[in-house]
């Protein structure tokens, strides 16, 4: 089976980047729906369109794209055996944060499907850079390798 995964690594590295890319969009998109979404009134048309709007994007684009980056991306550290790599370590950590991340986003999402939203615009601009740290030093990571 690592045979497989070594023998295929260009197709599982090509999947595993869509998915992540798709993934990160949704990501950085989630918290800017909710900016605008705090400025609307709760049960007006625009409330409502933003509701619908949340659902789909994490229905339809992040939780695919994350089931799907996990999967080829344990595929690919199979077949490239990095498990025993620090900076392999490091990389891990930083996607189960992401996903921790992503299930904040989903909570906060279903707060805003039952018109129960706790947080600020101030709170969602600020929570809109944590994807983007996240990536940054994933990125760095995977590309220098750090040991």
């Not at 990160?24 to 605008?36: E, H, I, K, Q, S």
């Not at 007006?44 to 080829?72: H, T």
Request: some cysteine; aromatic content about 18%; hydrophobic content about 55%.
């Amino acid at each position: 089976m690592i045979a497989f995964f070594a023998e295929n690594y260009y197709w599982l590295l090509s999947f595993h980047l869509i998915a992540v890319i798709s993934w990160m969009a949704g990501m950085l998109y989630m918290p800017r729906l909710f900016v605008y979404h705090t400025r609307l009134e709760v049960g007006s048309d625009a409330y409502e369109m933003f509701k619908e709007m949340e659902y789909k994007l994490i229905r339809i684009i992040i939780n695919p794209a994350m089931i799907l980056a996990w999967i080829f991306g344990i595929c690919m550290a199979f077949g490239q055996e990095l498990w025993a790599d620090q900076w392999f370590h490091l990389k891990f950590l930083m996607v189960m944060i992401m996903s921790g991340f992503h299930g904040f986003l989903s909570r906060w999402r279903r707060q805003f499907a039952r018109d129960e939203n706790t947080h600020s615009e101030k709170f969602y601009r600020m929570v809109n850079e944590i994807p983007t740290l996240l990536m940054i030093t994933v990125v760095f990571l995977v590309i220098m390798k750090p040991s």
